[in-house]
Each structure stands twice: as structure tokens, then as C-alpha cells.
């Protein structure tokens, strides 16, 4: 009689388990300033983390509810359990993963400089003497920091660099290659005044942030990531929005 007690338990415990996950919603937070990985259009958070995130969610069995969150505070907001989980384009670092868990990476990228579209900076020792914007406490930020003879200008966002850049405030802007990307020919209004002069060395691999609390959470997105991989939807997301293979 205590063997199917036992079994039967452990068949209740199993069960809940199953229904917690699919019932449960996970608040995603978004730095939506970073086209086209996560940006707001039609007051909507859209782009490329955006979808992968709800394609993760839908493989694991859980809901999203998306939030716009400003940068400078989204790793403080993750730290008071404001939201779940950030997909917010975040660069898997030594330093940031002796304070939260990351999951299997979802992209990878490089650093890019871009350019006014007449600039003749070509290589890294063009950037001597140059003033190169960046958005603070990015992987961007922290390469122009390491820039020898040039002056690094921070921005809270990377739309700010852009513009200062666009009107001749500053020399170029460093930043992620897709977003380099966006700007220099996709954006209407940049597309015809900006330029990409190179790609810095180094590969860089994004991943979805957790509180180092929260297994749970972390082992549901793996779940997710492992399935959108495994099943060609990664794949899809890259060709919809770059047109090619991260």
C-alpha cells in the first residue's frame, strides 16, 4: 500500500510540475532601442530576440509578457525580481556570469564601426585621435574603451549615438554588426549617410539573463532554445530578419 501511495505521488507531483510550466508567464524585459534584435514599432516590441523569445516560449510551454526597460537599469530590475528573464541582445561575459545564468546562446556577432559615409577610416589604427560613440555598459562601450588615442563618448541609447553621428558630433559608433547593420542600410533616414568601415575581431554570443536563483526559469528556456534549434526555427528568424545566418 505505501509502494502506490508512493507512485501515486509521485504521479500528482509530476503532473502539477507539467501544469505549473504551461500555465505559468514569464515577464521578458527589453531594452527595445536595439533594431533590429528588439525595438518598438506600432507601439509593439519587435525584432529578432523578440520572436526567438516567443518561439522559446511556445517550444517550452510557457506565456510572455514583454516589457520595455530602459538599459541602465535592466540588469538592477532582473537583480529585484521586477521581470523573470532579459532578452535583450546581452553578451554572454566572464564578468556577467559571476552574477546571473545565461542560456545556451541564441546569435552570435562581432563588433562593427560605422562611419559617415564619406569617412576614410578604414582599420582600427584610423581610430587614433577619433571620438567613437557607443551606448554605456555595452560590449561596444567597453571595445572603444580599449581603443588606443581615441575618445570614448557614451550614450544612453544607441539611437542617440546614431543621430550625433548622422550630424557630425563624432567620428563613428561602435556597436553590434546587426545593428550596424540596420543602420547603415535599412534606416530611411541614416542609410545614405552612414556607412560600415569594419568588423572588429572577436565572436560574441548572445544569450537570455536569469537570476542565479532561478533554475527553473533558466531549464525552461534551455528547453525552449534546444527546440527552436533543433527544429529549424532559429534558422527561419535569421533569414526573416537579416537574410542570412548569425
Known sequence: MLK??????????????????KDQTLIV?????????????????????????DAVAKEAGFK????AVAWDGIFAGLSSKRYDLISSSVTITPERKANYDFSTPYAQIRQAVI??????????????GKTLGAQVST??????????????K????????????KNGRTDGVVCDDPVAAYYANKRKDFADKLKIAFIMDGLEEYGFVVRKDNKEVLDLVNKGVKAVKE????????????????
Open 4 to 21: 502506490k501511495v508512493f507512485l501515486c505521488l509521485c504521479c500528482v507531483l509530476c503532473f502539477s510540475s507539467v501544469a505549473f510550466a
Open 29 to 53: 524585459a527589453h531594452d527595445a532601442t536595439w533594431a533590429p534584435m528588439e525595438f518598438a514599432s506600432d507601439n509593439k516590441i519587435v525584432g529578432y530576440s523578440v520572436d526567438y523569445i
Open 64 to 67: 510572455v509578457d514583454h516589457k
Open 115 to 128: 562611419v559617415p559615409i564619406n569617412s576614410n577610416i578604414k582599420t582600427a589604427a584610423d581610430l587614433k
Open 139 to 152: 560590449t561596444g562601450h567597453f571595445a572603444v574603451k580599449k581603443i588606443e588615442g581615441a575618445t570614448d
Open 154 to 165: 557614451p550614450y544612453d541609447e544607441i539611437g542617440l549615438a546614431m543621430e550625433d553621428l
Open 231 to 246: 527544429k529549424g526555427i532559429e534558422a527561419e528568424l535569421q533569414q526573416k530578419w537579416f537574410g542570412k545566418k548569425l
